[in-house]
């Protein structure tokens, strides 16, 4: 089986395919700067959309999402945005945990696993 690599960099790969599987790596919002946790989560989904998108995939068919929170009182508004963006009867499983982030701007990192 061959493994496909998209937007390689010196230290990840943003995207990973193998066996009909897809690896994103963790996503965050770009324009970080002043945003709140649910409008990064609203930018980072839109990523996650287009990346997947990019491969043949889609978040009907995500399996698993693995998010990060810098202060779990944003839980909230996380959801809000998860919530209006995951479709109903495809959600995925997941896990949501608190986590000190790469950068003090950043809110919520996700990374997804998807079908193709």
Do not use: C, F
């Given at each position: 089986?061959?493994?496909?690599?998209?937007?390689?960099?010196?230290?990840?790969?943003?995207?990973?395919?193998h066996?009909?599987?897809?690896?994103?790596?963790?996503?965050?919002?770009?324009?970080?700067?002043?945003?709140?946790?649910k409008?990064?989560?609203e930018?980072?989904?839109?990523m996650?959309?287009?990346?997947l998108g990019?491969?043949?995939s889609d978040?009907?068919?995500?399996?698993?999402?693995?998010?990060?929170?810098?202060d779990?009182?944003?839980y909230?508004g996380?959801?809000?945005a998860?919530?209006?963006w995951?479709?109903?009867?495809?959600?995925?499983?997941?896990?949501?945990?608190?986590?000190?982030?790469?950068?003090?701007?950043?809110?919520?990192e996700?990374?997804?696993?998807a079908?193709?």
């Amino acid at each position: 089986m061959s493994i496909q690599r998209y937007h390689v960099g010196p230290r990840l790969s943003e995207i990973v395919v193998h066996n009909n599987t897809v690896y994103l790596a963790g996503q965050v919002a770009e324009a970080t700067l002043k945003l709140g946790v649910k409008a990064q989560t609203e930018e980072t989904l839109g990523m996650i959309d287009r990346l997947l998108g990019e491969v043949g995939s889609d978040k009907t068919k995500i399996l698993t999402a693995q998010i990060w929170l810098a202060d779990m009182a944003d839980y909230d508004g996380m959801n809000e945005a998860w919530s209006a963006w995951v479709p109903q009867g495809h959600t995925p499983a997941r896990a949501t945990v608190e986590s000190k982030l790469a950068s003090p701007d950043y809110k919520v990192e996700i990374k997804i696993v998807a079908a193709l």
